[in-house]
């Protein structure tokens, strides 16, 4: 994670959206003639960021929430009164698929902005057959009107609804037995997801939900250990599942569970920070036992309002004691093996998409170095230019 293979005064050869060569610039322009020629003045150059754990799609924000905890209330707490998640989906609920494509595509362009070029987004905000469909419908839709490249997960197993609290089961069966189902068939998503935790879903539903899932051809993730160490991680290795997301309170024993099962751990700083929280997960010991760490933004109304790569990777390096190298590998190429995308994007290699920013800098460490402000010069998807900061004048 830590060997990035710094190409100084290096070019990129663009054919047809995706990289034909790289190289030395001089050894690019011989075989650059009758080429458009973008000048990076001794700008660093990285593949666009691929931001694995997202939750793209839901209607309006949560800054009631945000009040109640900057004056000392807990993430929990706040949940119980009917804030958290359930906010989020009484809004998404009553808007149309018009208004969340709307809302939606702002977050895109934010995205682009910031330097990423391809998201995981999840669903999770309706909780109800039609309202998960309809956010799934979204994301299809933000793949074919937006530059950003969007990968679908379904997160029906995002909270239990208010009206199933007395009967949580019956919710859980609902998932399996109807939303799974015609969400396979319409091939709305790649990925599964649950979250898996006290007061969520606990280890057998989220193990029965994943279950049937595998079986109707979806990947898995899961939110696991974030509130508390129940034991995700290590169902996350008895599934097989391709990531477990979050792992705040994942220790030694899930940590040798992801790495005997080869899970990517998916780790979110961002939530932590939002909440006020100290309890980072344990980035180093993962590196060490040779995990393939990925790091990811979380977007979210509640407990990670971001969309900023850069600034994850700050909250990397300093809260987590990664390098800035071991941060960039993490938010690229492992963020798009974590995708099953690892042969098609994450880094500049030929015949992968041209999928590229432009970072007003000269030295990739300043990426984490410089923080609360975008050094984002320029962003390409398959070749084309779909951001460019204005010239300071």
């Known amino acids: 994670m830590s060997d990035l293979a710094v190409i100084r005064d290096g070019g990129v050869l663009i054919r047809d959206g995706k990289i034909d060569i790289v190289g030395a610039s001089k050894e690019i322009e011989k075989n650059a ?213 979050h792992l705040e309170k994942t220790d030694q024993g899930g940590i040798a569970a992801l790495k005997s099962a080869d899970v990517q751990p998916v780790l979110l700083p961002g939530s932590v920070y939002a909440l006020g929280s100290t309890s980072y997960p344990r980035a180093r010991e993962m590196i060490d036992a040779g995990l393939a760490l990925v790091i990811a933004t979380d977007f979210n109304p509640g407990s990670s309002p971001t969309v900023s790569m850069p600034m994850i990777l700050s909250l990397a390096c300093t809260q987590m004691k990664m390098s800035p190298a071991e941060a960039i590998t993490a938010s690229t190429v492992n963020a798009a093996y974590s995708l099953d995308r690892g042969d098609k994007i994450g880094s500049l290699e030929p015949g992968k998409r041209a999928n590229l920013s432009i970072l007003d800098c000269e030295d990739y460490r300043e990426l984490a170095y410089w ?14 230019c779909v951001h460019k900061n204005a010239e300071t004048l």
Not at 93 to 118: C, E, I, P, Y
Not at 371 to 384: C, W
Request: proline fraction near 2%.
């Open 33 to 245: 003639r009758d080429t458009e020629v973008i000048d990076a003045g001794g700008r660093v150059v990285l593949p666009g960021f691929v931001d694995a754990h997202t939750h793209l799609v839901f209607a309006g924000n949560r800054l009631d929430d945000f009040e109640r905890r900057a004056l000392g209330e807990t993430y929990e707490k706040i949940a119980a009164a009917g804030g958290g998640i359930w906010s989020t989906v009484e809004k998404t609920r009553a808007s149309s698929d018009v208004d969340l494509l709307a809302q939606a595509n702002k977050h895109a362009n934010w995205f682009l902005k910031s330097g990423t070029t391809m998201v995981e987004a999840k669903s999770g905000y309706g909780l109800t057959v039609e309202d998960e469909l309809k956010i799934l419908r979204v994301m299809r839709r933000l793949n074919q009107e937006t530059r950003l490249e969007v990968v679908p997960t379904f997160l029906g197993a995002h909270s239990i609804p208010q009206e199933d609290r007395q009967s949580p089961q019956q919710y859980v069966d609902l998932v399996i037995k109807e939303m799974l189902p015609r969400v396979a068939a319409e091939k709305l998503a790649e990925f599964c997801d649950v979250f898996c935790e006290r007061g969520y879903f606990d280890i057998e539903q989220s193990r029965q939900i994943l279950t049937e899932a595998k079986k109707l051809g979806l990947k898995l993730r899961i939110h696991v250990d974030q509130l508390s160490n129940s034991g995700g991680a290590k169902l996350a290795a008895e599934l097989k599942a391709t990531t477990a997301d």
């Open 371 to 384: 923080f609360g402000f975008s050094q984002v010069h320029s962003v390409y998807v398959r070749g084309k």
